[in-house]
């Protein structure tokens, strides 16, 4: 019998979709209300309080090969999503699966990519809740490509944001950087050079959870200590540097609060970035931007598995402009860190978790990199012309 | 000077796309919580209320041409989701917008269908709040796809579904069928044959609020009374028969509400879907199929443009086939559907609505479809093998 494929008329809205949606898409992802046919989900927020938040992003992904060591399309799509919210300190709950397929692409190869989405769900411990499937023709797409959105609640009291970093916070690096790139790359036939490590793909939301909690995750709404001490001492100082950050340019959306609380008595995590495209390099120029901060970073503490040191030596690559999709970077007030990475390191996705530099006054966005000779180097933002579609 | 034109470095995530963004995304976009370089946008959701729920849903289109009489890709991309978010009976709050990009693709293409999605939320009233950049090589997409994806509030009380038609109700549409598809196509190289008509793309929220609001919209949770009199006087009626019905199937996903309620005292307006794919034809089946009842339509009383059913006639089409982007089918409660048709007719989106049916018991899924030749034939859903990439 010959292999099923997608073809056209799988996208027409018609019975032939409805074939694929109940033969493939809701037997792989397992139902829920994708079964019920509706236009959207209707959805309660368990954990929103009266005036909560919620945080809401979306990711497109077209990685090549769609499949490689350590994960797949599918598992990045929903790890992409849940981590992009975990940074904000959202708890994750739903997702929405776009999916854009290629005539001719194999029913077994979409199956296996939708099974991936359902386990990486369930680990992250998240529901696929809608989704839309498109079919374009033979040489308009490249086999698959995955768009997921996602909403999480956002606990009150918890104002995680990339414009939070202050000087004095200690830079926090969640585990060794660069995996999930050169994992990517080694699979790619333009590649001779193999190396032996897995994608480091993998929701963070438990070890962001981890974090907060050891940081005293709600802050001063909810009258609780931080367990670091006191861990808000610089308040006052940190508010008048936080002038030179990015104004925040919002249009006439009146729907969303004024503007983050001046972070009085919040949480001592104060800021969150997950490393994808552009590597560890792009987030540390991004949040230091961000914050109107300097960042201090040692590079030699920056940790690198011994096997992507050696294949970006060979290939003459940087590993801090390696991307990673189950990494992330904190920004810390000083007196908790100890805590903190001690709830990091007690995490399975934070074993390799270290302290890599230290946050100062001065130049908004300027990243000095201590090098290993002892000289120091600003690091500059990538410019993105690094390898193509690794997430 | 070259025209500027999409690179892969524009999807690496580093100098290049942020030259993108800042020179062609957010002045386009307008800005507001994109610009905050957030990895989530964090959200008050106004309106929630205790217990209350959202709508969530998402949507990919590969439209081809990009630009056609009466809409774009941007304007489908917003409109789609707005109208999903509607056929609930959620007040569309939020966007995100996902875009995959083509290598080569000029800057000014990619501006123009911004420019539209920014003019077209507005319109909606709904807000950019998240979005994504991937680009991709030559020959790996068709110049640009997007994915949005949307979130809406469903006020307290309003339970609409596509599960929610029951015997007695009036099926109404909200005006001519089949513009978008026949639009679309027009422009297509292959077909020679040009009609004069627009996309009906449009955003239905108003349409579906001055409805809901005519309908009382809120039921019997506000204590109000329906207009159209004791719309609900079928209730119980119609419990035993909604017994057909496809089964819920939901996962151990704990965080919905177990089912949607009974329908006692809920508005008037039982089901809304937007015939998008498939057309009409594919709407009422699904909608009759899931609400477990039997719809008669008369086809002479489904609106149809002269423009359209020349085109149909000169192809061999036919119009209740052809995707619409700005219409809805609705089953109303005989007793308010007057008032509900009036309120249609007096919103510029509805002034061609008409009734084109009925609701009956039996067999579930069943659409009967009375021609103006006196004959009944039994409708059957679509296979989808019409023509693809119209949204």
Same mark, same amino acid.
């Given at each position: 019998?010959?292999?099923?494929?997608?073809?056209?008329?799988?996208?027409?809205? $018609?019975?032939?979709?409805?074939?694929?949606?109940?033969?493939?898409?809701?037997?792989?992802?397992?139902?829920?209300?994708?079964?019920?046919?509706?236009?959207?989900?209707? +959805?309660?927020?368990?954990? +929103?309080?009266?005036? #909560?938040?919620?945080?809401?992003?979306?990711?497109?992904?077209?990685?090549?090969?769609?499949?490689?060591?350590?994960?797949?399309?599918?598992?990045?799509?929903? *790890?992409?999503?849940?981590?992009?919210?975990?940074?904000?300190?959202?708890?994750?709950?739903? +997702?929405?699966?776009?999916?854009?397929?290629?005539?001719?692409?194999?029913?077994?190869?979409?199956?296996?990519?939708?099974?991936?989405? @359902?386990?990486?769900?369930?680990?992250?411990?998240?529901?696929?809740?809608?989704?839309?499937?498109?079919?374009?023709?033979? /040489?308009?797409?490249?086999?698959?490509?995955?768009?997921?959105?996602?909403?999480?609640?956002?606990?009150? =009291?918890?104002?995680?944001?990339? @414009?939070?970093?202050?000087?004095?916070?200690?830079?926090?690096?969640?585990?060794?950087?660069?995996?999930?790139?050169?994992?990517?790359?080694?699979?790619?036939?333009?590649?001779?050079?193999?190396?032996?490590?897995?994608?480091? *793909?993998?929701?963070?939301?438990?070890?962001?959870? !981890?974090?907060?909690?050891?940081?005293? $995750?709600?802050?001063?709404?909810?009258?609780?200590?931080?367990?670091?001490?006191?861990?808000?001492?610089?308040? /006052?100082?940190?508010?008048?540097?936080?002038?030179?950050?990015?104004?925040?340019?919002?249009?006439?959306?009146?729907?969303?609060?004024?503007?983050?609380?001046?972070?009085? $008595?919040?949480?001592?995590?104060?800021?969150?970035?997950?490393?994808?495209? #552009?590597?560890?390099?792009?987030?540390?120029?991004?949040?230091?931007?961000?914050?109107?901060?300097?960042?201090?970073?040692?590079?030699?503490?920056?940790?690198? @598995?011994?096997?992507?040191?050696?294949? *970006?030596?060979?290939?003459? &690559?940087?590993?801090?402009?390696?991307?990673?999709?189950?990494?992330?970077?904190?920004?810390?007030?000083?007196?908790?860190?100890?805590?903190?990475?001690? !709830?990091?390191?007690?995490?399975?996705? $934070?074993?390799?978790?270290?302290?890599? /530099?230290?946050?100062?006054?001065?130049?908004? =966005?300027?990243?000095?990199?201590?090098?290993?000779?002892?000289?120091?180097?600003? &690091?500059?933002?990538?410019?993105?012309?690094?390898?193509?579609?690794?997430?």
């Amino acid at each position: 019998m010959p292999e099923k494929v997608i073809t056209m008329a799988h996208g027409g809205g $018609g019975s032939r979709m409805l074939e694929l949606l109940e033969e493939v898409v809701f037997p792989a992802l397992g139902g829920g209300t994708l079964l019920d046919a509706e236009d959207a989900a209707a +959805l309660s927020l368990p954990g +929103l309080e009266a005036g #909560g938040r919620i945080a809401y992003t979306t990711d497109s992904f077209v990685v090549r090969p769609l499949f490689f060591p350590g994960g797949d399309i599918g598992k990045l799509a929903v *790890c992409g999503t849940v981590n992009d919210l975990s940074m904000r300190g959202a708890r994750p709950l739903f +997702l929405t699966l776009g999916l854009i397929l290629e005539e001719g692409l194999a029913f077994k190869t979409l199956e296996k990519a939708l099974v991936s989405v @359902r386990r990486w769900a369930g680990e992250a411990v998240v529901s696929v809740v809608a989704g839309d499937t498109k079919v374009v023709e033979k /040489g308009a797409a490249d086999g698959m490509y995955m768009n997921t959105s996602g909403i999480g609640v956002i606990p009150p =009291g918890r104002h995680v944001s990339i @414009r939070g970093a202050r000087p004095g916070d200690v830079l926090i690096v969640s585990g060794c950087v660069g995996d999930h790139e050169a994992a990517v790359l080694s699979r790619r036939e333009a590649f001779d050079f193999r190396v032996e490590v897995e994608s480091d *793909c993998a929701p963070l939301n438990g070890l962001v959870e !981890a974090m907060l909690e050891a940081a005293g $995750g709600k802050g001063a709404d909810t009258g609780r200590e931080t367990p670091g001490g006191r861990a808000y001492s610089r308040d /006052g100082e940190a508010a008048g540097l936080r002038s030179g950050r990015r104004e925040n340019g919002r249009s006439s959306n009146k729907t969303e609060p004024p503007a983050e609380p001046s972070h009085d $008595g919040a949480c001592a995590v104060h800021a969150l970035r997950d490393p994808t495209r #552009g590597g560890l390099a792009a987030s540390l120029k991004e949040m230091a931007t961000a914050s109107g901060v300097v960042f201090e970073v040692v590079e030699a503490d920056v940790p690198v @598995r011994e096997e992507v040191r050696a294949f *970006c030596e060979v290939l003459g &690559l940087d590993p801090l402009l390696l991307a990673n999709e189950g990494k992330l970077l904190a920004a810390v007030a000083e007196e908790a860190a100890p805590v903190v990475l001690a !709830a990091m390191r007690a995490h399975p996705l $934070g074993k390799n978790a270290a302290v890599i /530099g230290r946050v100062l006054e001065g130049r908004a =966005g300027e990243v000095s990199l201590l090098t290993p000779l002892g000289s120091n180097r600003l &690091l500059r933002m990538p410019s993105g012309e690094h390898f193509p579609r690794i997430c």
